[in-house]
Structures are given as structure tokens and as C-alpha cells.
């Protein structure tokens, strides 16, 4: 296999895992994996060959947290 295989591979699987993050029952953990998946996590579905407006439309769909940690900039 070559290279390129392993490393959607691993794109994949930390798409899947934020996808189950995202869907949890701790905003603490759904809060910030639904940001990257808005944000890095749309581009590197697109590199797999997902359309980025599938993420954010799906994320959109998503029920609103009860509360969204607060992303500080340092």
C-alpha cells in the first residue's frame, strides 16, 4: 500500500472520531470538535473527496449545544 492510502486512512479516522465527538453529550468535547470539523476537519473531508458544504451543512443540522466552551485566542 502505498503512502498516500495510510494517510487518508488517518484522515478518516479522525473525521469519524470527531463526527462521534460532535454528536456527544458533553458540550465540553462536542463544542470543539464541531469547530475544527467546521473549519480543518471541512478540508480535509474535501481532500478525501467529500464536498466541505456536506460537513458544514451536516453540522448545521446538528441540535444546539447547551452551552459552547468559549475559544480563547492567546
Known sequence: MGTDVNWRRLAAAMLARAVLDALGDDPALAA??????????????EWLGMPPERVTGWLASLPVLPWEQLALTL
Not at 32 to 45: C, Q, T, V, Y
Open 32 to 45: 470543539p470538535a464541531r469547530r475544527w470539523l467546521a473549519a480543518e476537519g471541512a478540508g480535509w473531508a
